[in-house]
């Protein structure tokens, strides 16, 4: 099982970024992929989820109406669009797999429980 993530990289304040996470190694459609963010010293917090076989979509608050989480059943991968970009401390950027039936819009992706994980991705956003 691999997940590999990419598009990290440093990007302006009001700037944008597309994160993606190429999956392999486990049947796709079964599972949702979140997006979790973890800066020096915090805990790893979810960000945005989507289940890739009915396509449920879940944004933590502070991203709504700036961030839009999408999968490519084709591609085996989930993308993570991310618009103005606000002033934050750097942070890693990890894609995690969970086995779930479906996901609610209300529930953060950490509920579920991540069964595999890519390595990351640093994101850094200049003011």
């Known amino acids: 099982v691999h997940l590999v993530e990419s598009g990290g990289g440093l990007v302006q304040t009001g700037g944008s970024l597309r994160l993606s996470c190429i999956a392999s190694?486990?049947?796709?459609?079964?599972?949702?992929i979140g997006w979790f963010r973890q800066a020096p010293g915090k805990e790893r917090e979810g960000v945005s989820a989507i289940h890739n076989g009915d396509g449920t979509t879940y944004y933590e608050d502070s991203v709504k109406g700036r961030c839009t989480i999408s999968s490519d059943k084709a591609k085996n991968m989930v993308y993570l669009q991310m618009n103005n970009r606000e002033s934050e401390d750097p942070a890693t950027y990890y894609c995690?797999?969970?086995?779930?039936?479906?996901?609610?819009?209300?529930?953060?992706?950490?509920?579920?429980?991540?069964?595999?994980w890519g390595h990351g991705t640093l994101v850094t956003v200049s003011s």
């Open positions: 190694g486990f049947a796709f459609d079964d599972y949702a």
């Open positions: 995690g797999a969970m086995v779930a039936r479906t996901i609610s819009p209300s529930v953060g992706p950490a509920r579920y429980g991540v069964y595999y």
